[in-house]
């Protein structure tokens, strides 16, 4: 699908149509990149997406002692 540009203040902008949103479940704002010269956008990532199964890994590796107080 083409889509034109359009001028938005001193940037260009795609309209991308509603169909494409709700398929994609975009609402309030996406990650923007480019990649291999194409720019992908995408949904936004959630905050802290695979934390808690970083810290159960460290966890299971025995690497979460606290570290010695090295004020004493």
Partial sequence: MKAPL????NS?????????LL???????VEMAVEK???VIRSPSAARAG?????A???????????????R
């Fill in 51 to 55: 934390w808690a199964e970083a810290s």
């Fill in 57 to 71: 890994a460290v966890a299971a590796a025995g690497e979460d002692s606290l570290a010695p107080d090295a004020s």
């Fill in 37 to 39: 010269g194409a720019i």
């Fill in 23 to 29: 398929q994609l479940a975009l609402v309030d704002e």
């Fill in 12 to 20: 260009l902008g795609v309209i991308i149509p509603r169909a494409m």
């Fill in 6 to 9: 359009r001028k938005i203040g």
